[in-house]
């Protein structure tokens, strides 16, 4: 509880105190990080001693201790900023994306990595692929499904001729709302956004907006202002944008797909350690034959691995043989998943573990 | 000193401790930022609390105390992004600035303002100036100085035309090296980069390479990976561009203005009090006469003020006048720069202050 008589300039030396304190811990911390990479050998670059596994499980933590009033979301941010300033003491990690910059692929660079991480804008995903292979990039950024399209099928592909292994996953949110000046349904008669929110609400405006006018502007921040000066103008927008316009909200996750997440892999060239809350992706090659998929899931039930997702594409390796996909829960190192992958690779098929990560966090 | 004989897993366990303890206090931070905004009023947005000359100040401190190991630099974008978060507890700021995404103005905005704000990519420097006016946005980011380029023009005479205040300053250095696989000037034969660092640095070059083949390609990036692959080749890149890829420096800061900087606005609609470390600019009006400009520049040296920078602009709001820009040490506040801009205000010209902002952090 705050006492009211306590000054305002009160407050501001208690915040210093406690910057102090914020300094100094992180000073230490940063040294202790260093201390890490002398014992793993000195003189080496980032990518030598990052573990994945480690910074999933310490931001884990950060989530499990947090009781506000920072969502978890905003101190998971500044733990991963933390964390890519120590490590960026040595050469900091270099990692591939698909560029420009400012796309949404670098979005999920700075969300995983940091702003500490170097990260370098790359032509197509295949060069992602390519660069993280030679050896040019520690780890590649690379987009594997946006919940309009599905699947992204060239990334998928890739994985069928690269040795590229999975070290991490990254989640991308975006909700979209229908905002008005006085969040009044019945009033709208016309819609503003970006195309690209407009197609992706087409469901819901068609059933709820069948007769308003849909215009597409440059953005939808563009949309918001708009939408101040008239009731009968509604604008699709994300909550904060609809927020900051002071605008009320009329719908909330009015997408066609409720949840409107895209999700990245990052890849790398080695397999890391278990962070206790993983996933583990397989390619599954078949023979097509009936009841292949079957041989391929029945050792992933009897072993109880439960399966997230699963893909499939015709293989380029041979004719008639298809390939599947499957992200299932769990580390390769774990027990039943190693049982599984054994029973099925020879049997049902042939395995290749493309990685087992740290599932995302939020 | 570290102890050989300390495991990984120790020092593990002193690095979750240490993280304990900063999240505890950035909550404890978090809950007296909440506290301060109770004192100022319940309910208000971002804006009606934000102190930039309060930030100045915390982040000023944070440099004065620092002794590593990490950089000035990290460190104050650390205690930038914990402030950010704290502040968007209520509405966050809302930021316009020149876009699209991705470029150096939106670096900017995220440097001054952290990655909590919610920025606006607007479609010109005028609009930011209309955005900010009109109140849709709380500050506008807009570049007034490239080192390569000189002043900007439209951003200078936007200031004639509107009533924009200017609440801080924001500083992006770019330093162009030129790196090689053996850091040997002598066996250059050829240079790859950006066109644009190209042309920055272009003297040196001519000077230093006057044989050497200039080959433009995508990116500073892209030009560094290709010096890797022969000795005669060299590219010019940033200093962590070249270390990234394994080069050797071989000569540093070669562009043409030795400090490549571009300097950005903060805009807003109100002035605020003095950090303790401030600049303050002037609008300066006079008739075209002989000693004009004398009679302004004398006051200022009279009340021991320094300036920093002047800018001569015809004005557009009578014929054979003049405008100056001038930057001053000091905030208005400030006895002497008070004094010197009385005496020149109705003497020797018209004088408008833009604003008192602090001058650039790191």
Same mark, same amino acid.
């Given at each position: 509880?705050?006492?009211?008589?306590?000054?305002?300039?009160?407050?501001?030396?208690?915040?210093?105190?406690?910057?102090?304190?914020?300094?100094?811990?992180?000073?230490?911390?940063?040294?202790?990080?260093?201390?890490?990479?002398?014992?793993?050998?000195?003189?080496?670059?980032?990518?030598?001693?990052?573990?994945?596994?480690?910074?999933?499980?310490?931001?884990?933590?950060?989530?499990?201790?947090?009781?506000?009033?920072?969502?978890?979301?905003?101190?998971?941010?500044?733990?991963?900023?933390?964390?890519?300033?120590?490590?960026?003491?040595?050469?900091?990690?270099?990692?591939?994306?698909?560029?420009?910059?400012?796309?949404?692929?670098?979005?999920?660079v700075r969300k995983h990595f940091g702003h500490a991480a170097y990260s370098l804008p790359l032509g197509s995903i295949e060069e992602v692929f390519q660069e993280v292979a030679a050896g040019n990039a520690d780890f590649g950024v690379?987009?594997?499904?946006?919940?309009?399209?599905?699947?992204?099928?060239?990334?998928?592909d890739l994985f069928l001729t690269s040795e590229a292994i999975i070290c991490g996953e990254v989640e991308l949110r975006v909700h979209q709302c229908l905002h008005s000046q006085n969040g009044r349904l019945e009033d709208v008669k016309?819609?503003?956004?970006?195309?690209?929110?407009?197609?992706?609400?087409?469901?819901? &405006?068609?059933?709820? @907006?069948?007769?308003?006018?849909?215009?597409? *502007? /440059?953005? !939808?921040?563009?949309?918001? =202002?708009? +939408?101040?000066?008239?009731?009968?103008?509604?604008?699709?927008?994300?909550?904060?944008?609809?927020?900051?316009?002071?605008?009320?909200?009329?719908?909330?996750?009015?997408?066609?797909?409720?949840?409107?997440?895209?999700?990245?892999?990052?890849?790398?060239?080695?397999?890391?350690?278990?962070?206790?809350?993983?996933?583990?992706?397989?390619?599954?090659?078949?023979?097509?034959?009936?009841?292949? &998929?079957?041989?391929? @899931?029945?050792?992933?039930?009897?072993?109880? *691995? /439960?399966? !997230?997702?699963?893909?499939? =594409?015709? +293989?380029?390796?041979?004719?008639?043989?298809?390939?599947?996909?499957?992200?299932?829960?769990?580390?390769?190192?774990?027990?039943?998943?190693?049982?599984?992958?054994?029973?099925?690779?020879?049997?049902?098929?042939?395995?290749?573990?493309?990685?087992?990560?740290?599932?995302?966090?939020?």
């Open positions: 509880m705050s006492d009211p008589k306590i000054s305002l300039s009160d407050m501001r030396e208690r915040i210093d105190s406690i910057d102090r304190q914020i300094q100094e811990l992180i000073s230490e911390r940063a040294r202790r990080a260093q201390e890490v990479a002398q014992v793993k050998g000195a003189g080496l670059s980032a990518i030598d001693y990052y573990r994945p596994e480690r910074e999933a499980h310490v931001l884990r933590m950060v989530v499990d201790r947090n009781d506000g009033p920072l969502p978890d979301t905003e101190m998971v941010r500044l733990f991963r900023e933390i964390m890519s300033s120590c490590l960026a003491q040595e050469d900091p990690l270099k990692i591939g994306y698909l560029g420009p910059e400012g796309t949404f692929s670098e979005q999920a690379v987009p594997v499904e946006n919940s309009g399209q599905g699947m992204i099928q060239i990334t998928l016309r819609v503003y956004a970006h195309a690209q929110s407009l197609q992706q609400c087409k469901s819901w &405006l068609r059933l709820n @907006l069948p007769t308003a006018e849909c215009i597409a *502007v /440059s953005s !939808n921040a563009e949309a918001a =202002r708009l +939408a101040r000066h008239a009731d009968d103008v509604a604008a699709i927008a994300g909550e904060t944008a609809g927020r900051v316009y002071g605008l009320k909200t009329v719908a909330e996750a009015i997408e066609d797909r409720a949840d409107n997440t895209t999700r990245f892999l990052v890849i790398g060239r080695s397999l890391f350690p278990p962070s206790g809350n993983d996933r583990t992706s397989l390619l599954v090659t078949v023979n097509d034959k009936p009841g292949a &998929l079957y041989d391929v @899931l029945s050792p992933l039930a009897r072993h109880k *691995v /439960s399966m !997230n997702r699963i893909e499939s =594409r015709p +293989a380029h390796t041979g004719k008639w043989q298809y390939a599947f996909f499957i992200d299932i829960s769990g580390h390769i190192s774990d027990e039943g998943v190693q049982a599984a992958v054994k029973e099925i690779d020879g049997n049902a098929g042939t395995v290749r573990v493309l990685g087992s990560y740290p599932v995302a966090l939020p």
